[in-house]
DNA sequence: CTGAAAGCGCTAACAC
DNA sequence: GTGTTAGCGCTTTCAG
């Protein structure tokens, strides 16, 4: 194969153990032979073996992350803030997904653990179903959810105050005059949708429509609106997603936003911008979360000891034109 | 640490070399023993080192990917068909990023090959500065360039044909009677805008607009469209990024779409449906790509001689209200 | 079909 | 500071 670290030693005279040294930048190499080292390996377009090396001190560098579905635009943008502050780190990611799916979820982490990834980010996929992963994944390597959160598994947490956002919206839609809304979210089978539905009920109180966080949803739940009779005044959406897809429909169907009724999002992803009128929603600061979760884990990895915490970040509200 | 193969070997009562090859599905090894170990295996909840099968087997059953930008949903789209194709062959993703700069991409990619991937799936970020990357990690693994290619560089390439898009897109336009068309696109610093722009001076040949792949681009365009003068009546644009932006400020600024002026875009991103109104575009068939993609890197992995193709897959034209 | 033994390339003890 | 040596846990000859 290639040049090995042997030959790098044999080239600068000096034996594995100072190349290793002087490679892998520890101290206690005299600052010559480091040169000599390092020369030689620039010379030779020396490639270090990482797996080796892996297997020895059974650190790999990398990290394991886990998300539900990568082409959601809104888990997307964590996976690459989560990349970024790797990248800082001179970490590398390692990508799966579950689709939703705890059994898939289960056989993923299995093979994240099986490649030896030093830690792991999970957005778990299930409320409850996803316990049994997080249990066994906490037990090996440390472990941070992010953005969603199981039930009853005492692990880190990072994440958004989701009632904090609710609570904006309403606050935001009561000063604006509108007091009977109604909800349409998705059926709280994870952790965000729960605490929204939750945060939504004791705030407000009006009818809620549940399905899921998809598009379709938001146009079907238009219709029902609209079929049901009386709008109300304002529509708070679980996420942008259904906010999209409401406000589509409701043009579609001639009912002008936000004159006739005032829609909210949440999550702020790319498009919210965009929507027709543009959408008014809570922002996740996604970029933070996934500071915060690398930072955590980079703190256990580094031997810190500390206990499970729950850092739920505050969102802020984005008036737009929908609200 | 945990239990290792010589564990599972001792509880079977066979050698670590006869657990090896029933562990590792190899036939040559008598039902019998198989089972013991398998049952051994299970019993002792045995988890693989795959660090340590990889050093000695040279095969990490793991494909790196570099990306220009992960939240670009139509990348992200593209990262999730690939882990979902490398999840059916066993097989796990690493990920990273170059965001557009060619040094990081050059370092990310050289990350990557430390660690051993067995392939490489580029997206490469520059249709000329990328050629060293390329080079250099085409020289030892397998590799296959996903959706953007590197001028001058002769590797294969799976993509989609953007002069076979553009063409349907003016002939569509062309088929409702609008001939004075403008194109509002990228500087062709990647394959697929110099492709798409070269397609549309060939076919079409109105004013050229350029800028980048962004939504702010698309809303600087049409301010610039507008005080131009005459609109033209249709406007093609280089991606769904820059339409939708094209199509917000449009609306903004009271123009109709598409009685004022036809709106086009490029990739059929999840939310070009979601345009207001929807928007006329080309979709890029994904999944195939992907699926084609590692249909290739596995064949070279399997040992299959095979020349630098370029498979170019036909797109589709969806044709929506703004069109 | 099975087992013994030799490494894969590196780092970490342990001597000096 | 530096070198020698012993593995990390697995797969793969090579004999039998």
Redesign the interface.
């Known amino acids: 194969?290639g040049i090995r670290i042997h030959d790098v030693a044999a080239r600068a005279g000096v034996s594995v153990a100072t190349a290793s040294r002087a490679l892998s930048g520890q101290r206690g190499v005299r600052a010559e032979n480091r040169e000599k080292v390092l020369l030689a390996a620039r010379e030779l377009d020396y490639?270090?073996?990482?797996?080796?090396a892996?297997?020895r001190s059974?650190t790999?560098h990398?990290v394991g992350m886990l998300v539900p579905?990568?082409?959601n635009?809104f888990f997307?943008?964590l996976?690459?803030a989560v990349?970024?502050r790797l990248?800082l780190g001179?970490r590398?990611?390692?990508?799966?997904?579950s689709h939703y799916d705890p059994e898939a979820e289960q056989s993923?982490v299995?093979?994240?653990?099986?490649?030896?990834v030093d830690a792991l980010v999970m957005i778990p996929c299930h409320r409850e179903r996803s316990i049994e992963v997080m249990t066994t994944a906490a037990a090996r390597v440390p472990v941070v959810q992010l953005d969603l959160r199981v039930n009853g598994f005492a692990g880190t947490w990072v994440g958004v105050d989701g009632e904090a956002g609710i609570a904006a919206v309403v606050h935001h839609l009561a000063g604006r005059g509108v007091t009977r809304t109604a909800f349409v979210g998705a059926e709280p089978t994870d952790s965000s949708s729960q605490e929204r539905l939750d945060a939504y009920r004791r705030l407000a109180g009006g009818s809620v429509l549940l399905g899921d966080f998809s598009?379709d949803w938001g146009k079907e739940a238009a219709g029902r609106l609209l079929e049901a009779g009386s709008l109300p005044e304002g529509i708070v959406c679980g996420n942008d997603t259904i906010a999209?897809?409401m406000?589509?429909e409701l043009?579609r169907r001639g009912v002008r936003v936000p004159e006739d009724v005032r829609v909210t999002g949440f999550d702020d992803i790319?498009?919210a911008?965009?929507?027709?009128p543009?959408l008014t929603t809570v922002r996740q600061p996604q970029e933070q979360m996934a500071a915060e979760a690398v930072r955590v884990l980079a703190a256990r990895l580094a031997g810190e000891e500390a206990p499970a915490q729950r850092i739920a970040i505050s969102p802020s509200l984005v008036v737009r034109a929908s609200g």
């Open positions: 194969m490639e270090p073996n990482s797996l080796a892996a297997l059974r790999t990398t579905r990568i082409s635009p997307a943008t996976v690459e990349e970024n990248q001179r590398s990611l390692l990508l799966t997904s993923q299995r093979a994240l653990l099986d490649r030896r598009r999209l897809g406000l589509a043009a790319p498009y911008e965009l929507g027709q543009s």
